[in-house]
């Protein structure tokens, strides 16, 4: 039997070792990891999206994306034959995005985000007061690898303009009930992970151990 592709794509500005502790039974699936490209000057979503597609090497493949990630999948899917998009911790339409994020694209305010920070997370780990906010850092230091300014303005953006409207109901939608970047009271028709944050790929591995393989075949 030839093995299911199944290809990951982190959130915004993570970097594919958010995936570490996934596994997924090797002798039906073959894992490949997506990776952030810097964007063109002026890039669209949509070109963005089909210059990521290219990197999609095999046809029916299933695409797994995380955050922003999930957006950028679904976006890949119309230059793709797929076998399967999930999505998770993300959104399926802008009606999803939460009320502050609307807001932000109405004000422009995103534009105002001191994105030039994230570019020295050592320097903010070294000045940061207490232990939740050191160990938070520190994960932002291992995941976050893709701190280029263009490119943070720019899914920043893209996120909060994302002008999908219509929700593609193929698209399987994976989220945790205490998700704060997009609360589940906006959210319709999804698998809930009990206890799961926005970061659940990382602390809920074991759910998605269990629940992939399933999930992806079903």
Not at 34 to 52: D, I, V
Not at 60 to 69: E, K, Q
Not at 73 to 88: A, D, G, P, R
């Amino acid at each position: 039997m030839s093995k299911i592709h199944v290809y990951f794509m982190p959130g915004l500005a993570a970097s594919s070792t958010i995936f570490e502790m996934i596994d997924l039974p090797k002798d039906i699936f073959a894992i490949h990891l997506l990776h952030w490209l810097l964007p063109e000057k002026s890039e669209t979503l949509e070109n963005y999206a089909k210059r990521m597609a290219e990197n999609v090497k095999h046809e029916n493949a299933v695409l797994i994306g995380v955050s922003f990630g999930g957006v950028l999948v679904q976006e890949m899917k119309q230059f793709l034959t797929t076998k399967k998009i999930i999505i998770v911790s993300s959104v399926r339409s802008n009606s999803e995005l939460p009320k502050r994020m609307k807001i932000a694209k109405t004000t422009k305010a995103y534009k105002l985000l001191p994105t030039g920070l994230l570019q020295d997370v050592e320097l903010l780990t070294k000045y940061a007061f207490g232990d939740t906010l050191k160990k938070k850092l520190k994960l932002y230091e291992k995941y976050l690898h893709m701190r280029n300014k263009e490119y943070l303005d720019w899914a920043i953006e893209q996120m909060i303009c994302w002008n999908r409207t219509k929700i593609d109901m193929e698209v399987v939608h994976i989220h945790g009930d205490t998700d704060e970047v997009f609360p589940t009271k906006h959210i319709k028709n999804f698998i809930n992970v009990k206890g799961g944050t926005h970061a659940m790929i990382l602390s809920k591995y074991r759910w998605f151990n269990t629940n992939l393989p399933k999930i992806i075949l079903e």
